[in-house]
């Protein structure tokens, strides 16, 4: 009788033993799960989280919930937890990515491929030792990103386990997914401006924004979770125990009978909550028709048939699961009712073959550029995050700018991590698709069919959009994913653990190795959020009131550059940044910039502000202090480079360029800034080894090949200026009267000469306009150079076609400036063969017959101008020439022997 007492008193103690603890480990999950719900809600509506600022509160909450995590694993009597397995490809695309920025010894070469070659080209230091990254601060960055992401697989895996909190977790996503959908939407319907987020913000850089998201694409991708999230949601509350009628198809009663009978039903179980879970698949999916994204709308659709489909094999729905089907077709009324169907399907009629590229997207251009890469940056690829200067060397001038992204997240996968990092991206995919089937097959529970539903719309949805966007690089959609991934595991592995029939996904991890490696996380990312912050403050100077791009004679002024260099110093020599270091140099080239200012006013107060600016930039310093040493005026040049706008300012400003080469040696804007500084100093053989990497890296960047012409012109060294004038006007013929002034003399600088010959025979192209402009705008008539240009001209217009009338006006200029007056007249009447009515080539023929006495002829052609033409200037200059043609004939008559 006692033991049997005792027995029943243990029993009871341990059973408030265990209320307790539970308690206790309920008191630890509210705060995590409270503070990653938070992160999920606020990271997109901070333009996705792409600024360190939102990075950093995204940090900080994983950080939160990753602690009392910690704590509540060490409370629990579990021996073992279930942990993704998703986790492991995730820990060694951590590995590969830290791998990418150590500094790599000989032993560890084979690993490299081109950063070999182009590191110590590029820093100008064969001791470099080279590391995978070609951008080690970019992927410092992201090596933080994926730190968040592995801590939110394990937050979204232990903090939505119970019913309760799985419905809590699919309701946050689903509403976060509805009001960006609705301001998305509303946005696009009231803005005039379409490159404007939240009515005010404006993109510089350009854009295709929707909602808070930069890029519509990446907006798509978010809200392609969210709306998985809702059909979760709807596919729970909706789904019951059979009763009633049978299924669909069965022979026993009239099919309009049952069907009458599941209508019935249906609209009877109807409730406030059932009817919002419906209407919330609806309206984000009309935000996502309204994003005008081809490829979210694509994955919208394929995403929807494969679920649907496989719902119906698998489950063997009743009618509650019909739903999906009218919901889509009422989503896409909406939008067109909206008018954004219309749009929509013109996007669509826009998409390009493979033959003909879009002017606006141009993916097909830059993949084929940036394949070589694939095979010649080594076994890793190119570092994460660093697709932008893999683009920036390969970049065959057909695209305009440098793509950030690949726009392809496989593609990118492959440049970046090497084919090792595709495998474990693909791993990642097949491994959600197994949980998604796995909890459609062989759950029971409303729960486990639902979350079944949503990992299955999401995976395929998502994994068809990263074929043309790479949303999963923005911050706020890494987050959303990682913890939509880790809630969906816990639950397929938690299944497979009831099941009798053992699997594989019945693994659990030990609690000892669950705490160890959750306490690293929460290592890394109490770093990585202090590495965050410190990067926060610094871009929020950068960034701040006084951007580089505002940079004028009056802002900032001198005292504000002397408070900004004090604010800024202790946080760049704290922190890693190449966006710090940058910033500082160029904030000292400012000071002494300011600093001549203040000395050019005090000597010349009568010229603006304005023209004095301009006459302070770095290549003017430069110029000045050439143009000393060529006058012989050495002491007056060393006493120049010994003035306190130089000295105080332009070797701190050498030093914090060469960390940002150091950081970002891809950057062509540091080589540039550092070789014009270096040409300041006198260091002319560093000067033009900066200036050719800064050419290398943009090569399409026409400012810079002006600028590197221009400074070879005030080293003295005509044959270098020769040939970046000739690129130069090979890619931007526009650049051409510039380049003129400059060779010239037309913009009185002190420069060198280049000869006439050698501007006629090597600086002009093979550009028949440009060499006549030449011969007829800049070079005298008795000039060698003269006939060179224009034999040069007629040489390349010799094949031209009959229909080719642009360059046939040109050949015949080009023919009459050589005196061959009857080939001239012939091309023109050729061009007049095509055009008849053409006035101005009317009064180009007259002129020539009237300068070589065909007065009867020229006189027909002005006569035809002034009863066809309909230019009263041509008409005016007509009557002129008609006048001088009489004056002629007065002359002929006096002078004849009859007269």
Known sequence: MNQTDNMTLGATLDSRNQTSTADIRQKFEWPGRICILVALLVSPWLYGSIYFSAQFLMAICCLVGIGFLWFESGVSERRSLILPYLLVPLFFGIVLTLVQIIPLGESADWLLGRQKELYPMLTGSAATSPSISMSTSDTWDQLGLLAIAFAALCLGCRYFRSTSHIKLFLTVVTVSGVAISLFGLMQALTTKEPNRIFWTVELLGGGQPFGPYVNRNNAAGYLLICLGASLGLLTILMTRPQRGPKPLGTKDLPFWTQFNSHVLRFVADLDATKLAAVMCPIVISVGLIGSLSRGGVLAWLIGAGVTLLAYGLIRRPTFSAFIFIPACGVAILIAFWLGMGDQLMHRMERIETVEVLSQTDQRLQHWKDTWPATREFGLLGSGVGAYDEVHRIYNSGHTQVVFRYAENQYYQAIVELGWPGLTLLTISWLLMLYYSLFLLAKGASASTIGIGVASLFVTVSVSVASFFDYGLYMPANMLLMSLFCGFVAYHAQSL?????????????????????????????????????????????????????????????????????????????????????????ARLLIHRSRLQLLESLSRDDQASEPKQRWQRTSLDMMHENAWALQQDGQIFSAAEFLREDFIMENLPWAKQYLLESRKIDPMESQTHLLLGQVNAINGKTAAASKDMERAIMLAPNKTDLKYLAGFYYLQTGNSAMATRHFRDLLETSPRQFRKVMQIIFGGANRNVSAISEIAVARDVVPDRPELLYSLAKRHLSASSPARELALRRALGLLQEVSASDRDNLLIKAEVLFELQQYADAIEQFESCLDSKPHDSQTQFRVAQIHAMLSDLETAESKLNDILRMGDSEQLKKRSRNLLKQIEKKREQQKANSPNG
């Open 496 to 584: 497979s653990s009831r099941l009798k029939k053992k699997n594989w996904l019945r693994l659990e991890t030990p609690n000892g190795i669950a705490q160890l490696l959750l306490l690293v996380t929460f290592a890394a990312i109490a770093m990585f959020a202090l590495d965050f912050y410190r990067k926060w403050q610094i871009q929020s100077v950068v960034r701040g009131e006084h951007p580089v791009r505002s940079f004028s004679y009056d802002s900032p002024t001198l005292p504000e550059v002397d408070s900004l260099i004090e604010q800024l110093r202790p946080m760049v020599e704290h922190t890693r940044s190449g966006e710090g270091v940058d910033y500082m």
